[in-house]
């Protein structure tokens, strides 16, 4: 008898143990926690970890302790749908990411069929909302509005200069690139040339030279920082005293780490910069407190997390399309400001602004 009810009281506590494991939500974030974009990917888990922290010492979320698992996709395609089904494995019900449009795209196709809520923090191709599902969203902007910016920049500030577009043949870099030519030509004007370059290589003298033999006298890069960045290094060491203008990519101090002083005077469009935000100052404290700048996506990350606890809190449930429905008719405040989203899943927030690298920062132009 005894041994019997040893037995029950054993069989009791695994119960138990195993009911408050299942009580667990299980979130996760994903990006290119390796590889040349990893400065990206520290930005996201930095951002997903602390919004997490912050979830479960204020008790969690719907009263249940919220548990995080970090995807790391590398910006490849292919690595970010294997990422994606792992999530399905393993329970998670919300996806921030990812980073890359190229991975955020196929693996919202994962979410949809899965059942799986997605809020990426990062990925800018129109692509994604417009031909994604009901449960994709995303707290930043898009390529198109980005181009429509820096078109017209363009297109005032370099009349009568003969500009190039270049892009990295990504989903990111050629839309950026394609969106900004296509309001550049919209104002009337004609690109001096338009160049394909490959990602990941450490030699663009030879692109540089063309630009430089063909009179360019601006450089727009729909591409990452790590290119951006060798690009306008090799276009100084040839004495060329070519304009830099690009996007979001190059959000990051590592950009500076590559191009030294040569990356002076390089513009870029990017959101306002949330950690000026007074609602977001507790939080750039406490990251400031742990010895990390939370620059780039760090916020929009911790931001989409905080929309999405938000959102199930007044849903008063976990349920994806009761999530959904939360998302698109309430108001959220978070590091970002008080945000919405639209139809498509959208954000409802400002716009783009320009940005100036100068002395190893960036700040407002």
């Known amino acids: 008898m005894r041994k019997s009810l040893t037995l ?17 939500i299980t979130i996760a974030t994903a990006g290119p926690m390796t590889g040349q974009y990893a400065s990206f990917g520290e930005q996201m888990q930095r951002g997903a970890e602390m919004a997490v922290a912050d979830l479960n010492a204020k008790g969690g979320v719907l009263g249940q302790t ?6 790391d996709d590398a910006c490849d395609p292919k690595q970010a749908v294997a990422v994606a089904n792992k999530f399905v494995a393993d329970g998670v019900i919300f996806v921030a990411g990812h980073f890359c449009s190229g991975s955020s795209i196929p693996a919202s196709k994962v979410y949809e069929e899965e059942g799986i809520l997605q809020i990426s923090p990062a990925s800018t191709n129109p692509k994604l909302t417009e031909e994604g599902g009901d449960n994709v969203f995303r707290t930043c902007g898009r390529d198109d509005h980005q181009g429509v910016v820096a ?13 190039a577009f270049l892009h990295d043949k990504t989903a990111y870099g050629k839309g950026l690139a ?43 890069v729909g591409g990452y920082h790590t290119e951006a960045g060798l690009m306008i290094r090799q276009a100084r060491e040839q004495g060329y005293n070519v304009q830099l203008v690009s996007g979001d990519a190059l959000v990051t101090d ?20 949330p950690r000026k935000n007074s609602v977001a100052a507790p939080v750039v404290a406490r990251f400031r407190a742990q010895s990390y700048e939370p620059e780039g996506y760090t916020l929009y990350t911790y931001g989409a997390i ?20 939360s998302l698109r008719k309430n108001k959220f ?19 783009y602004v320009w940005y100036i690298w100068k002395d190893g920062q960036y700040d407002y132009r």
């Open 8 to 24: 029950v009281s054993a069989a009791a506590m695994v119960m138990a143990m195993a009911g408050a494991a299942q009580a667990d």
């Open 254 to 273: 590592e950009y500076w780490k590559i191009t030294g002083n040569a990356g002076a005077g390089t513009l870029m469009t990017f959101s306002p910069d």
């Open 66 to 71: 919220v548990v995080l698992q970090i995807g």
């Open 178 to 220: 394609d969106e900004t030519l296509k309001q550049y030509k919209a104002r009337g004007k004609k690109e001096a040339m338009y160049e394909a370059y490959t990602a990941g290589e450490k030699d663009y003298t030879a692109l540089i030279s063309k630009l430089k033999a063909g009179g360019v006298d601006v450089m727009y």
């Open 151 to 163: 078109g017209n920049m363009l297109a005032d500030e370099y009349a009568g200069k003969k500009v």
């Open 306 to 325: 905080q929309a999405w606890a938000q959102a199930v809190e007044k849903a008063g449930s976990t349920d994806l399309d009761k999530s959904i429905a």
């Open 333 to 351: 405040e978070t590091v970002l400001g008080n945000i919405g989203f639209d139809g498509k899943g959208d954000v409802t927030a400002p716009g």
